[in-house]
């Protein structure tokens, strides 16, 4: 069962296989698109250590995070080098360094005062780390804290959920209309076979996996 404690238990353990070396190419390829502002904030539900978190705050906006693990957040701080303080609320652990903000906690406990003024959602490896039975609650408690005026960039991910079990799990085009298309306008801004690039997985017995990059606007 992929419930909290499997998350930790991965952290503790160092199975972290998600983590990427580089910032998302998708992230550098499509993040001026939603031309926010200087001091906008970016919102990266479940975040890990993602180098993603250090280039979106380059670019001068604010980012927000919340992640289940200390491990993940004080290693994010020390291996990018930068002192942060830390404070705790009664739900979370708040680690501040700049304008980068990261919660330690459950993302199903954050309210929409915790988060704020949020312009953007980049969801990587987010709503495909939920199992299916936990992806409308995840959608549904989004919605409930996003600002009415924030966009999305997600990335999903699609196979065929019989050939291997998740995480990742295989979040289809159709599922993501189904959560999303009340709340915004949907557009696939790529879609693109990365089979070759999961060489473990194919040996595993996955014949087919396609990444899909989504843009979603109110
Ligand atoms: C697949 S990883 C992706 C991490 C990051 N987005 C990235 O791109 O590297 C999913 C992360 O979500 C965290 N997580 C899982 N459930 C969570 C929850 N309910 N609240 C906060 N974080 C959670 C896990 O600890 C894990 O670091």
Redesign the pocket.
């Known amino acids: 069962m992929v419930d909290?404690q499997h998350?930790?238990d991965?952290?503790k353990e160092n199975r972290?296989g998600?983590?990427?070396s580089t910032v998302?190419p998708h992230l550098q390829k499509y993040l001026s698109g939603f031309s926010l502002p200087t001091g906008a904030c970016v919102f990266?539900?479940?975040?890990?250590?993602?180098l993603?978190i250090g280039w979106i705050a380059a670019q001068g906006y604010e980012v927000f995070g919340?992640?289940?693990?200390q491990i993940?957040i004080e290693a994010f701080f020390e291996e990018n080098e930068l002192d942060y303080e830390r404070s705790d609320s009664d739900r979370f652990g708040v680690y501040r360094s700049g304008n980068i903000n990261l919660l330690q906690?459950?993302?199903?406990d954050l309210t929409s005062d915790d988060l704020g003024a949020c312009n953007l959602v980049y969801d990587?490896?987010?709503l495909?780390?939920?199992a299916e039975r936990n992806r409308p609650r995840y959608c549904e408690h989004m919605l409930s804290i996003i600002p009415a005026v924030s966009n999305m960039l997600l990335i999903t991910l699609e196979y065929d959920q019989a050939e291997m079990n998740g995480?990742?799990f295989a979040v289809s085009t159709e599922e993501v209309y189904q959560y999303y298309s009340e709340a915004f306008s949907i557009n696939l801004l790529e879609s693109n076979d990365i089979i070759d690039e999961r060489p473990r997985w194919r040996s595993a017995g996955l014949t087919a996996l396609s990444e899909s990059v989504f843009r979603l606007d109110r």
């Open positions: 909290n998350w930790l991965r952290w972290i998600f983590h990427a998302n990266l539900p479940l975040c890990g250590k993602a993603d919340i992640e289940l693990s993940a906690g459950d993302f199903f990587r490896a987010a495909i780390a939920m995480p990742p």
